[in-house]
C-alpha cells in the first residue's frame, strides 16, 4: 500500500518556466511533509517543508503547497534553471512502533525533473 | 561540519555471500537510518538506529541487520545475498530532538549482486 505516491515519473520544462512537482498521500495521520532532491551518484537533499498546520511554506524559488482535504501537496520552482534538473521526492515522516517516536520516512516514488535551456 | 559518510561507495558481492555497509552520522546526530532503493521499489525504509537500540524497522526479511555504536557509527548487515539484494543504500542521520523530520542523507553504497 503506497501511501505517498508521485504520479508523474518524468516532468519536462523550459528554463525560466514554472515547474510543478505533484505528490497525493493517503494517510490522514501525516501530519509533516518534506521534498527532497536527488542527483546521481549522490544522496537525496533536503529542499523544503511544510507542517500540515499552514498550507502554503516558501523558501525563496521553491514553494510548497499543502491541500489537507485533497491529501494533495505541490513543490513550484519558479524561475526553473538547468541545475534543477534531478529526480524530486516527496517524503512524509511515520512510525511503526509507537506513537510520533523515531525517524522514518515514507517517500513517493520521485519525479524526475528536467529543465531544458 | 562534515556530512554523512558511508564505505564503500561500490561493492561487488556473489549470491549467498553476505555484506557490511558502514555510515558515520553527522557529528551530533544521534539517529541513523538505512533505506534501499531500487529503480522497482522506490526509496524504502529499513531500520532505524537510536542511542544504540533499533526504534523502528521496515518490512525487509530477518536477513537485513544493523547496530549502533556509541558514538553513533552504524554498521548495516546482509547476508545470504540474493540478486534482488542489488541497490543503493542509503543511510541517514537526523539530531532526533523533539519532531525534528529533517534527515541528511550520505552518498549511498551501490550494491551489485552476480
Known amino acids: 500500500d503506497q501511501q505517498v505516491k508521485q504520479n508523474s515519473p518524468s516532468l519536462s520544462v523550459q528554463e525560466g518556466r514554472i515547474s510543478i512537482l505533484n505528490c497525493d498521500y493517503t494517510?490522514?495521520?501525516?501530519?509533516?511533509f518534506l521534498w527532497y532532491k536527488k542527483y546521481p551518484a549522490e544522496g537525496p537533499t533536503f529542499l523544503i517543508s511544510i507542517s500540515s498546520i499552514k498550507d502554503k511554506n516558501e523558501d525563496g524559488r521553491f514553494t510548497v503547497f499543502l491541500n489537507k482535504s485533497a491529501k494533495h501537496l505541490s513543490l513550484h520552482i519558479v524561475p526553473s534553471q538547468p541545475g534543477d534538473s534531478a529526480v524530486y521526492f516527496c517524503a512524509a515522516p511515520s512510525s511503526l512502533m509507537n506513537n510520533n517516536a523515531g525517524n522514518m520516512l515514507t517517500f513517493g516514488g520521485g519525479t524526475r525533473l528536467m529543465v531544458k535551456p | 561540519k562534515a556530512g554523512v559518510t558511508q564505505t564503500p561507495r561500490y561493492l561487488i558481492k556473489t549470491r549467498g555471500q553476505q555484506v557490511t555497509l558502514s555510515c558515520s552520522p553527522i557529528s551530533g546526530h544521534r539517529s541513523v537510518s538505512w533505506y534501499q532503493q531500487t529503480p522497482g521499489q522506490g526509496l524504502q525504509f529499513l531500520f532505524e538506529?537510536?542511542?544504540?537500540?533499533?526504534?523502528n524497522k521496515g518490512n525487509f526479511p530477518g536477513r537485513f541487520s544493523g547496530r549502533q555504536f556509541s558514538n553513533s557509527r552504524s554498521e548495516m548487515n546482509v547476508s545470504t545475498l540474493e540478486l534482488g539484494d542489488s541497490a543503493l543504500y542509503l543511510c541517514a542521520s537526523s539530531l532526533a530532538r523533539g519532531r525534528s523530520y529533517e534527515q541528511y542523507f550520505g552518498p549511498g553504497t551501490r550494491l551489485t549482486v552476480t
Open positions: 494517510n490522514s495521520m501525516f501530519d509533516y
Open positions: 538506529y537510536f542511542s544504540e537500540t533499533q526504534r
